[in-house]
Nanobody
């Protein structure tokens, strides 16, 4: 029900915008988030937005470089990624849930709905 896209290969310092489309549901009233998983590592939090559309959270490693947004009219969410580095290489997953409270936005266990992931590779 969530379809992530927009991944690819980019050189360090470049930018990518990831998209996540919702089918069969709307993002209105849903907290939305992005997580990423590098090879051999756990899936880690990247960014999230509260269901009200206000209140965003970012991992320290991406603050100032990544921006999460959503367009409820189009049932889309996005992750704008700027100034990418090789450390950002990972599979990126979108997630959504209507029951996530503000203090739990960074917890992957709080999200019931997940996209299939899109690979981002940043070369040095």
């Amino acid at each position: 029900q969530l379809q992530a896209s927009g991944g690819g290969m980019v050189q360090a310092g470049g930018s990518l915008r990831l998209s996540c489309a919702a089918s069969g549901r709307t993002f209105s009233g849903y907290a939305v988030a992005w997580f990423r998983q590098a090879p051999g590592e756990e899936r880690n939090f990247v960014a999230a937005m509260h269901r009200t559309g206000t209140g965003t959270r970012y991992a320290d490693s991406v603050k100032g470089r990544f921006t999460i947004s959503r367009n409820t009219a189009k049932n889309m969410m996005y992750l704008q990624m700027n100034n990418l580095s090789p450390e950002d290489t990972a599979v990126y997953y979108c997630a959504a849930d209507s029951s996530v409270i503000l203090s739990n936005l960074q917890s992957k266990s709080a999200y019931r709905y997940w996209g299939q992931g899109t690979l981002v590779t940043v070369s040095s």
